[in-house]
């Protein structure tokens, strides 16, 4: 048996594989509808110092370059600096809060719209059975 794989050996690596295959179908789907949330003030400020980077060195490509260059300039700059895109950033953080009461109470109102129905229907079905009885 030198070299040589024993069942028992593969038995264990079809296991591992099975694993990970079970933790992917756990994941579950992403929803569509859902609001994407809001760039933090870092990512705020580099929309805008891409174009600027770009004007400035059309021929770079490399997007590593660009960040590494962003992130320095961010890292140097003071809070006044940063202060609108902070700004911009939590205007954006409010809408995207707004978005998702909106999309939650969506989510919410399906279910809650039939177990509602159903409630108001076995309430009056039960209330008048016991009027029934009482009467009796």
Not at 6 to 18: E, F, G, I, N, V
Not at 36 to 61: G, I, L
């Amino acid at each position: 048996m030198k070299g040589g794989k024993s069942k028992a050996d593969s038995r264990k690596a079809d296991s591992k594989l099975a694993v990970k295959k079970t933790t992917k179908e756990k994941q579950s789907a992403k929803d569509p509808n859902k609001p994407k949330r809001p760039a933090s003030a870092f990512f705020v400020f580099m929309e805008d110092f891409r174009k600027q980077y770009k004007e400035k060195h059309p021929t770079n490509k490399s997007v590593a370059a660009v960040c590494k260059a962003g992130g320095d300039k961010w890292k140097s700059m003071d809070e006044e600096e940063k202060a609108p895109y902070i700004a911009t950033a939590e205007k954006r953080k409010k809408e995207y809060q707004g978005k998702m009461d909106v999309y939650n109470r969506k989510l919410s109102g399906d279910g809650d719209d039939e177990s509602d129905k159903s409630k108001s229907d076995v309430n009056d079905d039960e209330g008048s059975g016991e009027e029934e009885e009482d009467d009796d």
